[in-house]
């Protein structure tokens, strides 16, 4: 019964550790997913120091010409390029701040999805003889805005005057990330061009979306050298605090597996201990018969690994079980919404665990029940087997 009651305790200890690994997992991957295809895309470039101050002078000539080129890498799956300005919006109930883009619609397609987040209206479809403009669900309920209202942009043109345009909701879009939903409308390119009073074949950032996104680096090196002295950034360089969730997520992952198997280490140690205790009698009499103290060591360490191994194997695969499940049906955590969406997490988890992370914890599950098992074992081995045979 001790036996079993080990092995149920072992199982249970690494369901949860596999099933909540395989959560943050999937939540980390919603995010990245969610900054590369609606956010950032994989790759950007600039001109030298745009990054600094959005200053509006800072362009990219030939645009549509380095578009082009890039486009034609094969690493390269999609390529956009866009204006980009500050403005201050004006509207009946309120004004805001925030960020513009200047897009051309069906390129911008290919490579974000908001044209896939919209909660009502169209995608920049003109409607009206004002041009359109595309918000954030979150700035329209701050600014009371619906389909159809007008707002009033202001922004310093190139020149450095003052330039003021009004423009019509023609669409509300809503993502995951409320933040992004309040800071940043899209406008048509060359509504934001003449605004700006900006002329030729220009633009402020080029955004790429990679067939793979394990190459970022590698395509980088070959943007670079079609962009000559414009800056070309990473999806991590651009959002560092990214960058440092997806580096440090693994470290996380394998401290809380630890800590689980730190619970299982002293849970077995225990085990083994009361095991040896109440066996006290049998071990005396396998020393008194000339049973050796190697062969004593070694019979409890394999009892406590088989009973180890095969608790762990049955949590591992039951976690894995449970984990294939969520892979394809989310797993709803709306109830804290209004949190994790104001960092850009999404409400609906679906779990992501790989096969390499499921044989390390069954290795450390292995060296877990191996460590746990010295201390029973060599406390066995102080027995003496006069004093042991006369024990209840």
């Known amino acids: 019964m001790r036996s079993i009651i080990m092995i149920v305790a072992i199982a249970l200890g690494l369901i949860a550790g596999v099933f909540a690994t395989a959560f943050m997992l999937g939540a980390v991957d919603s995010r990245i997913e969610s900054a590369t295809r609606t956010e950032l895309a994989h790759l950007q470039v600039h001109a030298s120091h745009f990054l600094d101050n959005n200053e509006t002078g800072l362009i990219i000539n030939k645009a549509s010409e380095l578009t082009q080129k890039i486009n034609q890498l094969d690493e390269v799956d999609a390529v956009s390029y866009r204006l980009i300005a500050e403005p201050f919006i004006m509207a009946a109930h309120g004004t805001g701040g925030g960020k513009m883009l200047g897009i051309i619609p069906e390129e911008e397609k290919q490579v974000t999805n908001i044209s896939q987040k919209l909660v009502d209206g169209t995608y920049l479809e003109k409607t009206s003889r004002m041009p359109p403009v595309l918000i954030g669900e979150k700035l329209a309920k701050k600014l009371k805005l619906k389909v159809g209202s007008k707002l009033n942009v202001q922004m310093v043109d190139m020149n450095g005057d003052l330039s003021s345009k009004g423009y019509r909701v023609s669409g509300i879009y809503r993502t995951v990330n409320t933040g992004f939903d309040e800071t940043n409308l899209f406008v048509l390119y060359d509504d934001l061009k003449k605004q700006l009073g900006l002329q030729g074949d220009v633009a402020h950032e080029i955004a790429m979306i990679c067939n793979d996104a394990e190459m970022v680096d590698e395509v980088k090196t070959k943007v670079q050298q079609l962009a000559g002295n414009d800056d070309v950034k990473t999806w991590k360089e651009l959002s560092p605090e990214m960058s440092i969730l997806t580096e440090s997520m ?21 085990t083994m201990l009361m095991a040896v205790l109440e066996r006290t009698k049998e071990i005396g009499m ?15 360490m394999l009892e406590s690994v088989m ?17 294939k499940y969520f ?7 709306s109830a804290f919404s209004e949190g994790l969406e104001k960092y850009g997490y999404a409400t609906k988890v679906y779990t992501s665990l790989q096969p390499d992370t499921l044989i390390i914890i069954t290795i450390l599950v292995i060296i877990t029940g191996i460590i746990s098992a010295v201390y029973p074992a060599r406390k066995a081995l102080k027995l003496n087997p006069a004093e042991a045979t006369r024990s209840e």
């Open 286 to 300: 396998l020393m008194a018969v000339g049973m050796n103290k190697r062969k004593i060591f070694g019979m409890i």
């Open 327 to 333: 892979e394809t049906r989310p797993i709803d955590v």
């Open 250 to 270: 693994d470290q996380y992952m394998y401290i809380f597996i630890l800590i689980i198997l730190l619970g299982l280490c002293f849970g077995i140690i225990n």
């Open 307 to 323: 009973l180890t191994l095969t608790g762990g194997l049955l949590g591992v695969f039951i976690g894995s079980l449970i984990t």
